[in-house]
């Protein structure tokens, strides 16, 4: 019997159970979107062509916009270019959609990555110390852990910015690089406050995920146990960790979205030219192609990122590819 | 009493302790800082309530001479906005909107909430199924984003953004009461309940509903933090309740001008936002505590 | 003066693998009051010797294992002195009990359920554990000494099981792959905590056969904590076995398990025996331990009544109101 391939197989399995719900999430986040922004009031040509345009100009503009056609077609093909790349033309830009989208995207991306990886440090810490023997330390890091949680993104921003950019004027108080200037460090410098916003709450979430799953740990006998085997404190943390560590990547995996929400404000007050500052942009412009597309993007990221968390949770723990025990 | 109905009886009342939900003996089991909490939320709404009467100027009077005034100015105490106009005045009419666009979406989601719960807790697999997974994606929508783009569709103001907030916190309510409602719905006194013949509206009403209740709400208490937060955000970016009308993420937007010249007047409606979004979870979590009986020391 | 680890027991010169003299463990309760678990209690273990410690729960049998093997909780407040090769396990450096356990001591937990890592492979975890002790020159050794160990413990197809994670097997294949584990490195003593307390009496029973077959096979000394008197009886098989009864942290008798099951002189022994269910007890007549034997904590040191049979005295002291 060739277990190895049973193994894979049911991973297989679950992977393409995952797939299909990604899909389906995906696709029905594509209607919201689409149904949203076409409800919204208003004539899309007359935002664009202005008030003193005739009858006939806004008639043209919409038949080239493809507003003529009935709602279903419309959505059709919008699908359609989307899978071919084509996200439409901004009215208010000028551009094509993906030109504008491309180098936002990675700026957020930039953004996301770097607030990720202090999120995950942060939880390593704020978990670790968290189920330490002394209690006024745990007490201390409870109350640190409640504010993160609960503290709303744009205003932990506003004080960094007002705390370390104005008031002590340590960290540059905007933009992504200073001109002239686009060495690595540059961009770190500018990057982290805005980072540190973005990651105190979903830091603090999987802070609390990995505080849990320890605390299930040590209510077992594993430790014990393995520690009678004689092995070193650096294997035993590693066993540890890798119990621990599952749940939490699942939380990670949802606080993506937080932080795709809170990149909205963060990229606004911190004046970073990503995904975030375009939403709002175009929101406030009514460039309905735009918001359109970016909203769909920001979605999509997110019900990736959601798949990626689930594939890498059942790596790294071998009961979830089974299913429920 | 006849001996059947008195054994009914018997059987129907709920038999956890948590399900008598005394008031009074709730409040004595908060924790400390649940009730300091639970204290500073009472007293910042009373003083909101009471503004219209307190001797101080109009939100809507603005003077362009007196713009940006720092604190401690004469008859502003809280300094003036962009504007003129009094920031105290305009905090305190602010956090007025804010809170009830903080409150009532959360009543209204979690009314649905339980509802669409409670019927996924207690159908049979398919219907649980469907709805849970309907909820599942719905949950799994970032927020913000949700509420964005119903606030873009819906168009601006108070009520349209109550109603695209309240779709976005059905998901997670519907969530906990499913949970909880599965939970107890297996229990002894629930499966005893319904051998003796009780009807469903008996069950719901006398077992399941006074069981889950508290817990749901501890939850909902919590999550009127966060949405106080997302009302803010949203009116941080325009799409809030559409100015003059003060509305604390709105102030906070008009303040962002002040932030390199006089940065204390943007931290005014900052720390009002923390202390609304931080107080809610506090009292929250101190139900919740409560309710259980357990503490989250480990 | 014999002392209590020597009492009950004819001296023969057989060198002791591990001798625990005077052992006791306190921890804090509430009110800063120390309350103790292990009280005074010593035992010599012997190679090829099964030791059983029975008793039942909250005796403090299994602390006491723990603490003699050098792993007593942080919390503990520990005094005696545990010597195993002339290292006093009590009072040595952690980097000196880690090379000990695991190595020379092996421990078989109770529970099936959580003495297995379950994030990694079962041949993963042996390897592992063969390697930290330097037991094979590199992975591919340690890989081939995983499956004669697996083999050793009576599990069919080990090449299969070692690939599996623990879930994918029963709870006595576990079990069986704990112990495989704790004799990965050829120990000289196994601490077995109520290994087959968690299974079929069926599959426990197959469990207690194998520790005992290999104490045969390998030598070992075995210390078995159950509180399972038929269990008792089917591990201590060989004359020379010995059997330790404890009762609120303390050793009330103490002798060959020949002795102690079949003539038990302690009342609490005689209780624990006489409640043993049986066929030939009639129904209604199931004796039980009497509260006060149960709750006493005051007897007195032990003394022998026999050639290596040794009960604590009932000596009472003045009666407390």
């Known amino acids: 019997?060739?277990?190895?391939?049973?193994?894979?197989?049911?991973?297989?399995?679950?992977?393409?159970?995952?797939?299909?719900?990604?899909?389906?999430?995906?696709?029905?986040?594509?209607?919201?979107?689409?149904?949203?922004?076409?409800?919204?009031?208003?004539?899309?040509?007359?935002?664009?062509?202005?008030?003193?345009?005739?009858?006939?100009?806004?008639?043209?503009?919409?038949?080239?916009?493809?507003?003529?056609?009935?709602?279903?077609?419309?959505?059709?093909?919008?699908?359609?270019?989307?899978?071919?790349?084509?996200?439409?033309?901004?009215?208010?830009?000028?551009?094509?959609?993906?030109?504008?989208?491309?180098?936002?995207?990675?700026?957020?991306?930039?953004?996301?990555?770097?607030?990720?990886?202090?999120?995950?440090?942060?939880?390593?810490?704020?978990?670790?110390?968290?189920?330490?023997?002394?209690?006024?330390?745990?007490r201390v890091v409870d109350g640190v852990e409640a504010f993160f949680l609960s503290a709303p993104q744009y205003t932990v921003a506003l004080v960094l910015l007002i705390a370390f950019a104005v008031v002590l004027p340590i960290f540059p108080a905007g933009g992504l690089v200073t001109r002239g200037d686009g060495s690595p460090a540059d961009l770190a410098a500018h990057l982290v406050l805005p980072a540190i916003a973005l990651a105190l709450a979903p830091g603090a979430q999987m802070a609390r995920s990995l505080k849990t799953s320890i605390s299930t740990l040590q209510a077992t006998e594993l430790l014990p146990t393995l520690r009678a085997r004689g092995l070193s404190p650096w294997r035993l943390s590693v066993h540890a960790h890798h119990n621990a560590l599952p749940p939490m990547i699942t939380v990670l995996g949802i606080q993506v979205g937080s932080m795709l929400g809170g990149a909205l404000f963060v990229e606004n007050i911190f004046s970073i030219p990503g995904l975030g500052a375009l939403v709002v942009q175009s929101v406030t412009l009514r460039d309905y192609t735009l918001v359109q597309a970016v909203a769909l993007l920001i979605a999509l990221i997110f019900v990736v990122v959601l798949l990626a968390a689930d594939v890498l949770n059942a790596l790294l723990d071998p009961r979830i590819r089974v299913g429920r025990a | 009493m006849t001996g059947a109905t008195a054994a009914r009886a018997a059987v129907i009342a709920p038999a956890t302790p948590s399900a008598r939900f005394r008031r009074r003996g709730l409040i004595t089991r908060l924790p400390l800082r649940s009730r300091i909490a639970l204290t500073l939320l009472v007293l910042l709404v009373a003083l909101v309530l009471a503004a219209p009467v307190l001797p101080i100027p109009s939100p809507f009077a603005g003077d362009l001479g007196t713009r940006l005034l720092p604190f401690l100015s004469e008859g502003h105490p809280l300094g003036t906005d962009s504007q003129g106009r009094d920031m105290l005045s305009r905090l305190l009419f602010g956090t007025r909107t804010s809170l009830i666009a903080g409150v009532m979406p959360i009543v209204i989601a979690t009314t649905l909430g339980l509802v669409i719960g409670t019927v996924a807790g207690l159908a049979g697999r398919v219907v649980n199924t469907l709805l849970m997974r309907g909820v599942d994606i719905m949950f799994a929508f970032p927020g913000v984003l949700l509420s964005l783009l119903l606030a873009i569709t819906l168009g601006v103001g108070l009520g349209t953004l109550i109603l695209a907030l309240s779709l976005v916190w059905i998901a997670p309510v519907a969530r906990i009461a499913e949970t909880e409602v599965s939970?107890?719905?297996?229990?002894?006194?629930?499966?005893?309940?319904?051998?003796?013949?009780?009807?469903?509206?008996?069950?719901?009403?006398?077992?399941?509903?006074?069981?889950?209740?508290?817990?749901?709400?501890?939850?909902?208490?919590?999550?009127?933090?966060?949405?106080?937060?997302?009302?803010?955000?949203?009116?941080?970016?325009?799409?809030?309740?559409?100015?003059?009308?003060p509305e604390l993420g709105s102030i906070l937007q008009e303040m962002q001008v002040a932030v390199f010249s006089n940065p204390s007047l943007a931290l005014a409606p900052v720390v009002v936002i923390l202390a609304l979004s931080m107080l809610f979870p506090l009292v929250g979590d101190g139900l919740r505590e409560a309710i259980s009986g357990r503490g989250q020391d480990s | 003066m014999p002392s209590p680890a020597t009492a009950g027991r004819l001296p023969d010169g057989v060198p002791l693998v591990l001798d625990a003299t005077d052992v006791s463990v306190s921890f804090r309760g509430s009110a800063a009051r120390w309350n103790t678990v292990v009280d005074s209690v010593g035992l010599g273990l012997e190679r090829s010797q099964v030791t059983v410690l029975l008793g039942e729960s909250g005796s403090g049998k299994t602390v006491f294992a723990r603490t003699i093997t050098g792993m007593a909780p942080r919390s503990a407040r520990v005094g005696g002195s545990s010597l195993f090769d002339g290292v006093d396990l009590l009072d040595a450096p952690a980097r000196d009990l880690r090379r000990l356990q695991g190595d020379r001591i092996g421990t078989v937990p109770q529970d099936p359920n959580s003495s297995l890592d379950p994030m990694r492979r079962i041949g993963g975890q042996i390897v592992e554990t063969l390697l930290q002790h330097g037991k094979a020159p590199h992975r591919a050794a340690a890989k081939v000494r995983a499956i004669e160990l697996l083999e050793l413990v009576h599990i069919r197809e080990p090449e299969r099981v070692a690939r599996c994670y623990p879930h994918e097997v029963s709870g006595g294949m576990r079990q069986r792959i704990a112990i495989a584990v704790a004799i990965?490195?050829?120990?000289?003593?196994?601490?077995?905590?109520?290994?087959?307390?968690?299974?079929?009496?069926?599959?426990?029973?197959?469990?207690?056969?194998?520790?005992?077959?290999?104490?045969?096979?390998?030598?070992?000394?075995?210390?078995?904590?159950?509180?399972?008197?038929?269990?008792?009886?089917?591990?201590?098989?060989?004359?020379?076995?010995?059997?330790?009864?404890?009762?609120?942290?303390?050793?009330?008798?103490?002798g060959f398990a020949h002795q102690v099951l079949r003539n038990p002189v302690h009342e609490y022994t005689r209780a624990l025996i006489a409640a043993e269910p049986s066929a030939d007890v009639p129904r209604g007549r199931l004796a039980v331990v009497p509260d006060d034997v149960r709750t006493r904590r005051d007897w007195g040191p032990l003394v022998d009544v026999e050639p290596g049979h040794a009960v604590a005295s009932a000596a009472r002291h003045e009666e407390v109101a």
């Open chain 3, 184 to 254: 990965s490195c050829e120990p000289e003593l196994i601490v077995a905590d109520e290994p087959s307390s968690a299974l079929d009496a069926s599959v426990g029973v197959r469990v207690v056969q194998l520790l005992d077959d290999l104490r045969t096979r390998l030598g070992t000394a075995i210390l078995f904590i159950t509180h399972d008197i038929g269990i008792a009886a089917l591990i201590a098989s060989q004359p020379h076995d010995r059997v330790a009864v404890m009762l609120g942290g303390r050793v009330v008798e103490l």
């Open chain 2, 183 to 245: 939970r107890i719905r297996d229990l002894d006194y629930v499966t005893a309940a319904r051998s003796s013949g009780a009807g469903y509206g008996a069950i719901l009403g006398r077992q399941i509903v006074p069981v889950i209740l508290p817990a749901v709400l501890a939850y909902a208490t919590s999550l009127v933090g966060a949405n106080v937060a997302i009302a803010g955000g949203l009116g941080f970016i325009g799409l809030g309740v559409p100015s003059p009308e």
């Open chain 1, 1 to 138: 019997m060739d277990y190895k391939a049973i193994t894979r197989n049911r991973f297989v399995r679950f992977v393409s159970a995952r797939l299909v719900l990604t899909a389906l999430t995906a696709f029905f986040v594509a209607i919201v979107v689409f149904f949203a922004i076409r409800s919204i009031p208003g004539d899309p040509a007359l935002a664009v062509l202005g008030v003193d345009s005739t009858l006939e100009e806004r008639n043209a503009l919409r038949e080239t916009m493809g507003l003529d056609a009935p709602v279903a077609v419309q959505f059709a093909r919008w699908i359609g270019d989307a899978l071919h790349g084509q996200f439409g033309y901004s009215y208010t830009q000028g551009r094509p959609v993906v030109d504008i989208i491309g180098p936002a995207l990675g700026n957020t991306l930039l953004l996301g990555g770097a607030a990720s990886a202090l999120a995950i440090v942060l939880a390593l810490v704020m978990g670790n110390l968290a189920t330490t023997r002394w209690r006024p330390l745990r």
